[in-house]
């Protein structure tokens, strides 16, 4: 029986031995390190030509702001030749990245046209006058976009190698790097990470203690639990690995983190704009209880973008990005590989292992740590280091606007395309049909993870996301 | 009863296994990952298409997954380096080029 199982299985298997990514591989065979190659570049070529005097302004072109159509139309044909060049550099850098990383390039040019041409779309809207009087913030808009397009009208599923969610948004994370300075990190990353592990462990505890007691396997609940806890669909599949869950489960606890971030996006700016949070506050909020980084940028960069726009929101849109950042990143992803670790030293030793199993290994905590941060680290001590001599004012006169704010528009592209392929990827039909315990455990664990989320980022360590500045 | 049980902590962590099903230590258990065999398949494309929503919100590509595949035998995701009683693998020594005969511990 069980040699008939196998030459089954072996049959739809029908692979050879399987290909290692781990060690010095894993700096070309994993989209972190190529999300630091990339990004870390652009940064590095800026810190050049600030150098020299120069800067990377001309090919960070975005649309300028608008109140009539003539006008867009106008800035858009007068800077025709800067967006053909910013594509270039996008199509040639990625393209680069993506053959690395195992995705075909011809399959990843026309997808990225189309990703392109909708991303200058969502960018001017965003950029016209009245665009928040209407809510049409560019996040929101590029995700309802994307999800018509990929569930009403339908692409075919080749094109998904250029909607690369995770690549996008880990670039624009480096990225971001450039624009936070390392003493920040240092000073609110001790709070970040006490407010998120607060958080995380909660979270986690209650939605699998919920799992359990409506009779979900160890495994589904631990993945539900790390997902909501930690990084989402990332954790559910780190997770999945080191307990060895089944295929099955694995979609489910998915299926449940991608309604839940995808509900969050939208829900989590209105409330905070109801409430007229602080930037920085609402940013460390959305930080803690976001499920996933791109889902929770998106949030983000929706309530940021309010900030001077809507009275009554204090703050900058820095602050909320900072915020959010520092939370969801450095409070934590980084902690991935930890709960990997020891969720696969509980599997290993206390959860029935009748198939399968294997020693945990410390190492697996670097394994699966998340490295696209290195780079968003690295980012902000290159830029601290090169701008290390100016004052405050210096600073914000010289080199914020020829250093730093191409960076910044850089950034913002990188995550349309992200938020973009959100929508583009994520198809309601085809995702595993969850059934309703697992909804109910991951969704009680919602409510504490927002709720106490809420009280730490509003009450407790309000003082902090409030004086959250360069 | 049960469900309460489920709230306890021996509930949560489970019992303590005894013997060698967590994870053996023989000689030929130790020689045979589950990376070495023909039911293992860790190409992040394939993953991304068999797990539904994976590359939604996620990616088959990132460092989270390190070298995990799945398991088409058990249907379940697996570490390269577990080791299983069912392992049936074509092997790749040194060079790529001497191929070992499948085998099963159990």
Known sequence: ?470 | MMRLNALSLRGWLGRRKAGPTAFSTSKVERSATCGSCRHFNNDPGRLEREIKGLAALSSARASVRADDGICALHDRLAGRRFRCHHHSGIATLSRGSTRERCFATS
């Open chain 1, 1 to 470: 029986m069980a040699e008939e199982l196998a030459a089954e299985a072996g049959a739809i298997a029908g692979s050879g031995p399987a290909r290692s990514t781990s060690g010095w591989q894993e700096l070309w065979l994993k989209e972190d390190w190529w999300s630091i190659w990339l990004g870390l570049g652009l940064v590095l070529a800026s810190s050049l030509l600030y150098a020299q005097g120069l800067n990377l302004r001309w090919i960070a072109v975005t649309p300028a702001r608008w109140s009539m159509p003539e006008q867009l139309v106008h800035d858009l044909i007068a800077n025709a030749p800067r967006y053909l060049a910013q594509f270039t550099l996008w199509l040639v850098a990625f393209s680069i990245a993506l053959k690395a990383l195992g995705l075909r390039a011809a399959r990843f040019v026309p997808g990225f046209i189309l990703l392109y041409v909708l991303a200058v779309a969502i960018f001017a809207i965003g950029q016209w006058d009245q665009a928040s009087a209407y809510n049409l913030e560019p996040p929101l808009v590029a995700l309802l976009v994307g999800l018509a397009i990929s569930n009403l009208i339908g692409l075919p599923r080749w094109l998904d190698d250029s909607f690369r969610v995770e690549f996008y948004v880990k670039i624009g994370i480096v990225l971001l790097g450039a624009t936070l300075p390392v003493a920040l990190i240092v000073w609110a990353g001790p709070i970040a990470i006490l407010q998120a592990s607060t958080v995380s462990v909660a979270t986690f505890l209650v939605i699998f203690w919920a799992s359990r007691w409506l009779g979900l396997e160890r495994r589904l609940a631990a993945m539900l639990g790390v997902g909501g806890a930690v990084c989402g669909v990332s954790a559910a599949i780190a997770i999945s690995g080191a307990v060895g869950g089944k295929k099955q489960d694995t979609s489910i606890a998915i299926t449940t983190v991608i309604v839940w971030a995808i509900v969050m996006i939208f829900v989590l700016p209105l409330v905070a704009r109801a409430l007229s949070l602080h930037a920085g506050v609402a940013g460390a909020w959305i930080g803690t209880s976001e499920f996933a980084d791109a889902a929770g940028f998106a949030a983000a960069q929706a309530y940021g973008n309010l900030v001077g726009k809507v009275p009554g929101i204090a703050g900058s849109t820095d602050q909320t990005l900072w915020a959010f950042t520092l939370m969801k990143v450095v409070g934590r992803d980084v902690w991935i590989g930890i709960w990997a670790f020891v969720l696969a030293i509980i599997a290993t030793t206390r959860w029935e292992v009748s198939e399968g199993g294997g020693r945990p290994d410390p190492a697996e905590i670097w394994w699966r740590f998340p490295k696209f941060v290195l780079g968003f680290v690295v980012a902000s001590l290159l830029i601290t280091f090169v701008t290390w001599d100016l004052s405050l004012a210096d600073y914000n006169r010289s080199a914020a606007p020829i250093l730093v704010a191409p960076l910044k528009d850089l950034r913002t592209w990188a995550f349309i395309f992200s938020f973009l392929s959100i929508g583009l990827t994520t198809r309601f039909r085809e995702l595993a049909h969850s059934g309703l315990r697992p909804f109910i455990a991951f969704s009680i664990g919602v409510v504490i993870n927002v709720t106490l989320g809420f009280v730490l980022s509003t009450i407790v360590f309000a003082p902090y996301w409030e004086s959250l500045t360069r």
